[in-house]
């Protein structure tokens, strides 16, 4: 990471919103980068699954690290890296994580405040503002921690109630050192707009089919959009298509369109 190309990633959060494709490997990531992204998230959810493993903190910091570099090493745009919970047990662990990914090259991450532990539950408000501080400080000053806030994507509590624990947990972690709030999950209009007003710091919302339109979003004063893992799922669903189509259907129009090889290999030399 360097420090212009870290505050270049930062100063994409405004409006209009930054669209911010999600990328599982290198090679994905290389051709968001030549499609035009002007920086690229990874999901930890298509990393997972890239390397054989499911989501939901099942990888190992290493294993997440190497593919955050791999990454990195093959675009000119600025990266931010999901790394799910911090892989890591304690405050401590996340600090270390955060040190990592930073000398990986990474410009920003996603911190998430469910336990991987307990599956749909959220961290007590106090622990994770902890874990959050000393990401900060295992960070240091530069890179954008975007701090993930669960209670609607896990449907935690209440629905009358979830706002205002949405708020209350985005001003707890913007004092323990976060630059943004990430709030998947979300979908009604009324209620983005409220966040937006509610919460100091850029709001990132999670969009695909249904969602609002990018456009949409930007009237509402969202400040990034994030396809989560919806790139790398429809890459595998045109596998599957085309997988069909040869072995069942006599065809081979599923891949058709395809990038070509010479091009592919440019991406990469």
């Known amino acids: 990471m360097t420090n212009s190309t870290a505050a270049r990633f930062r100063a994409l959060h405004t409006s209009p919103a930054l669209r911010l494709p999600n990328c599982w490997d290198a090679a994905s990531a290389a051709v968001i980068a030549a499609a035009g992204a002007p920086a690229i998230a990874t999901t930890s959810a298509g990393i997972a699954w890239s390397l054989g493993r499911p989501d939901g903190d099942a990888l190992d910091r290493d294993a997440a690290v190497d593919a955050i ?27 270390e994580t955060l040190a990592a990914v930073a000398e990986a090259g990474a410009v920003g991450v996603n911190i998430e405040d469910t336990t991987a532990e307990a599956s749909g539950s959220l961290r007590a ?38 706002f205002d624990a949405t708020v209350a947990r985005a001003e707890a972690y913007a004092q323990a050192g976060a630059d943004g709030i990430f709030v ?48 790398a799922t429809a890459a595998y669903e045109l596998a599957r298509k085309a997988t069909i189509g040869f072995l069942e259907a006599d065809s081979y129009d599923a891949i058709a369109d395809g990038i070509g090889y010479g091009t592919m290999n440019d991406l990469l030399a």
């Open 184 to 231: 998947p999950g979300v979908t009604d209009p009324a209620v983005i707009a409220a966040l937006v007003q509610a919460i100091r710091l850029p709001l990132n919302v999670m969009a695909g089919p249904g969602a609002l339109a990018p456009s949409e979003l930007d009237r509402l004063g969202v400040a990034r959009i994030s396809l989560g893992p919806g790139l």
């Open 125 to 162: 408000l106090a622990d994770q503002a902890e874990r959050l501080a000393a990401a900060r400080e295992g960070a240091g000053p530069d890179l954008f921690i975007n701090a993930r806030i669960d209670m609607y994507l896990a449907g935690i509590g209440e629905e009358s109630e979830r």
């Open 69 to 95: 570099a791999r990454i990195v090493r093959v675009v000119d745009v600025p990266v931010t890296a999901d790394i799910e919970s911090g892989f890591g047990a304690t405050a401590k662990d996340v600090a």
